[in-house]
């Protein structure tokens, strides 16, 4: 037996009808981890392999704990491992009220291991109203949240989530996605969090494992792996990077709200949000450009001191910049000829001038 | 002559062979309707392919068959050795077998398409839920499968009720063990006994179209909560 070292450690190789899967990765055993990648990239077939549903050859340690080893011959099946999963489609028992299906997989817990409180958890996902109603009368949002509470209600020690908002429509998934971040921080409960969507996965994730063509590319913390240029190129338009910042407070005369970052101050439209909460920006590639001396006369407000990192050409007329904001990498998109009027090299002092940021939590 | 007492027993006959069919065929049905429905064994469509063989084959043929297997010379002899019988020939034992085998693919059938129908996602849920596949059987695929196995009782039943070849291959016409409503209504066709066969033969008309009736309606009813 390994030491409970707090770590989701997988490692699965097979093939799976035409699909072969070769995937290696670590990641804490706590906070959300986003399995990144396009569609047909294994991203499900790996979450598959982590509960158990489908079995390839390998092994998967989960805070210390074997659930598969096949060097030993040991291998949990999916009901004796303690996961909940929450399917891309609700999957909610049509024979069954809500409650009832709420019930079913807190009924098979064992009394000593349920954390969860229905109360609480009802309480939380907004289904209170709905617990003697059928699925058949629910809307797909009302489902997935049922699907969610009742994945909550087994306690489980890791949380597997495939896509549960890919099925919804906009609205929808605008009513799910508070939950989710409810859940993130309220429950402290690790998530491997299947997404195909890069936005999903800036709002929710702390780690990220990307997948590509049934194989790890890279693994690390979110705003680390985001600001890597290898990684970013040929993401198109998506290309971003993640800030982490705190409300520092509010202007009232304009409206605005200011957020803090170790590279300054970010000004945006006013939030109502307590002054002190950490708070995530997203910040497109595209929408960041790069001058020589702080600008004057300008309409953008956000502007801060950076260092060239590193360049990475994009396309015969494009590259990416990797700029050091006081230590919090930001990603411009310009162009070759931007680069070579402005000289930019690895370790040349420049402004960044950042004309839109979407806040995410 | 025959009493208007008499009438009755080939109806009581038939329907305690019936419901004792019906039970038999759900314990046995099922497991092999599940079987069908899960497997990925390559042979599985030939089990299929004998299970619905009754449907095509003469019941003469069947009834041929079963009497010599039941007969003392094989199986059924051996069995009814145990308790110093010669044959389950022309015994009620012998036709609650020969009515199971007959009537299996009307079982068989719909439960093996309800099991099939809700795919493979319940029963993962089920087991995301903690639930062993034993009890995920017991407490999804069962439920779900309820339409099926409505429809799979109830053409088991009536089936049973109208089966005559094969009841007259390894029955025979004994009163009270084995002379069943079909063959009572040949029996008195044949002996021109007009009164009695109309009175049977109307009562088996009345009795068809309400099990039809009643199971189309329970369908309804049953797909209409169930989903």
């Known amino acids: 037996m390994s030491t409970r070292d707090g770590t989701i450690d997988a490692r699965f190789t097979g093939r799976l009808g035409g699909f ?117 009368g629910l809307s797909g949002g009302q489902r997935q949240r049922v699907a969610i509470a009742r994945a909550l209600l087994t306690s ?71 600001a890597r240029l290898d990684l970013a190129r040929g993401t198109g338009s998506d290309a971003d990077a993640i800030v982490d910042c705190r409300v520092a407070g509010h202007d009232d005369a304009f409206h605005l709200s200011y957020l803090d970052f170790p590279g300054g101050r970010v000004s945006v439209p006013r939030h109502d949000l307590p002054v002190g909460r950490a708070v995530r920006l997203r910040v497109l590639a595209r929408d960041v450009s790069v001058t020589l001396a702080p600008q004057t006369g300008t309409s953008i407000l956000n502007i801060f001191p950076a260092v060239v990192e590193e360049l990475a050409e994009e396309s015969a007329a494009q590259l990416l910049v990797r700029l050091g904001v006081g230590g919090t990498p930001l990603l411009a998109r310009i162009t070759r000829k931007s680069a070579a009027l402005l000289d930019l090299a690895p370790g040349r002092a420049v402004y960044a001038q950042v004309k839109a940021v979407a806040l995410l939590a | 002559m025959i009493g208007s007492d008499d009438i009755w027993s ?126 995920a059987f017991w407490s999804v695929a069962v439920p779900l499968a309820r339409p099926g196995f409505v429809t799979g009782a109830v053409l088991g039943f009536a089936h049973t009720v109208g089966e005559f070849g094969v009841v007259l291959m390894i029955g025979g016409n004994i009163p009270g063990e084995t002379r069943v409503l079909s063959v009572a209504i040949y029996d008195y066709v044949e002996t021109l006994q007009w009164t009695q066969a109309h009175i049977l033969s109307a009562a088996m008309l009345a009795f068809s179209f309400a099990v039809i009736l009643g199971t189309f309606q329970l369908e309804r009813r049953l797909r209409r909560t169930g989903s």
């Open chain 1, 156 to 226: 489980p020690r890791l949380l597997l989530m495939d896509e549960p908002l890919a099925s919804l429509d906009q609205i929808s998934r605008d009513e799910i996605l508070p939950f989710l971040e409810r859940l993130h921080d309220e429950l402290a409960m690790p998530v491997l969090y299947v997404s195909h969507s890069a936005e999903e996965v800036a709002r929710l994730a702390d780690h990220l494992v990307l997948l590509d063509a049934g194989r790890v590319r890279a693994s690390g913390p979110i705003a680390e792996l985001r």
């Open chain 1, 20 to 136: 072969a899967l070769d995937a290696a990765f670590r990641a804490p055993a706590y906070g959300v981890t986003a399995l990144f990648g396009p569609s047909g990239c294994g991203k499900t077939t790996l979450l598959r392999c982590v509960a158990g549903l489908e079995r390839m050859a390998g092994r998967l340690a989960v805070a210390g704990d074997i659930w598969q080893d096949d060097a030993r011959g040991r291998f949990l099946r999916t009901h004796e491992r303690p996961i909940g999963y929450v399917f891309q489609e609700a999957s909610l028992f049509p024979h069954l009220s809500v409650r009832r299906n709420l019930e079913f997989g807190q009924a098979r817990t064992a009394p000593a291991d349920r954390r969860v409180r229905f109360a609480e958890v009802a309480e939380l996902l907004g289904i209170v109203d709905l617990l003697d109603r059928r699925p058949a």
């Open chain 2, 10 to 135: 080939p109806v009581r006959l038939t329907l305690e062979l019936a419901t004792v069919t019906t039970v038999v065929l759900l314990l046995v049905g099922t497991p092999i309707a599940w079987w069908l429905a899960r497997s990925r064994a390559r042979w599985k469509e030939a089990v299929a392919a004998v299970v619905a063989l009754p449907l095509v084959l003469p019941p003469t043929v069947l009834g041929f068959y079963l009497l010599l297997a039941l007969g003392p010379n094989g199986p059924g002899g051996w069995i009814a050795g145990f308790y110093g019988a010669r044959s389950l020939a022309f015994t009620f034992a012998g036709l609650v077998i020969g009515s199971v085998l007959y009537s299996l693919p009307f079982v068989v059938q719909p439960i093996r398409n309800a099991f099939e129908a809700f795919g493979e996602r319940p029963l993962e849920v089920a087991a995301t839920l903690r639930a062993s596949p034993r009890d």
